[in-house]
Every structure is written in C-alpha cells, then in structure tokens.
C-alpha cells in the first residue's frame, strides 16, 4: 500500500502527517509506504498512491483523484490520525 502525505511545499508540515501516519499504521498493524509530496507534484503521484493524507484545504486544491483522501485537522493528534486512517482503510 503507498500513502501519500500531502503539504504545500512538501516539506515541514508533510512530514510531519509522515510521521505521524507510520505510527498510526503502525498501531493499526498495517504496513504502508508512506511519501512526502508537494502540492505540485501530488497530482501526478496520485496515479500510483492509494490513499492519501493532507489538510482540508489542499483537499479542496487537489480536485478529483484516484485514491481516497483523508483530511487531517490536527497533524499532532495522533488519536485523529488512527482513526482516520482506521476509517478509511475499512472501506478498501
């Protein structure tokens, strides 16, 4: 399964939703590879990703993709993160 982790510059903020992503999958008992994108690239990376994770916002920006996305609120909320991820992971 690829995850992609979606923030404007596909640095600071992406990351973080990384990290914080591997240790709810990793709770979850799921193996993901997770990936950092920027806003630029994301729609192009989207073609191969199965979900992916990124602010309301940029969800908004980001349009129709193939896979399902999953806006995060709080990107250090862990409990968040697992239940999102958790949510969405049912339905594939």
């Given at each position: 399964?690829?995850?992609?982790?979606?923030?404007?510059?596909?640095?600071?903020?992406?990351?973080?939703?990384?990290?914080?992503?591997?240790?709810?999958?990793?709770?979850?008992?799921?193996?993901?590879?997770?990936?950092?994108?920027?806003m630029?690239?994301?729609?192009?990376?989207?073609a191969?990703?199965?979900?992916?994770?990124?602010?309301?916002?940029?969800?908004?920006?980001?349009?129709?993709?193939?896979?399902?996305?999953?806006?995060?609120?709080?990107?250090?909320?862990?409990?968040?993160?697992?239940?999102?991820?958790?949510?969405?992971?049912?339905?594939?």
């Amino acid at each position: 399964m690829k995850i992609l982790a979606v923030c404007g510059m596909g640095l600071g903020s992406g990351l973080l939703l990384r990290m914080q992503a591997e240790k709810a999958l990793k709770q979850l008992g799921v193996q993901a590879d997770v990936e950092v994108s920027d806003m630029g690239s994301a729609r192009a990376l989207s073609a191969t990703a199965d979900l992916i994770i990124t602010s309301e916002e940029l969800a908004q920006q980001l349009g129709n993709v193939k896979p399902r996305v999953v806006t995060i609120t709080n990107f250090v909320n862990l409990a968040e993160m697992v239940a999102k991820l958790e949510e969405a992971l049912k339905d594939r």
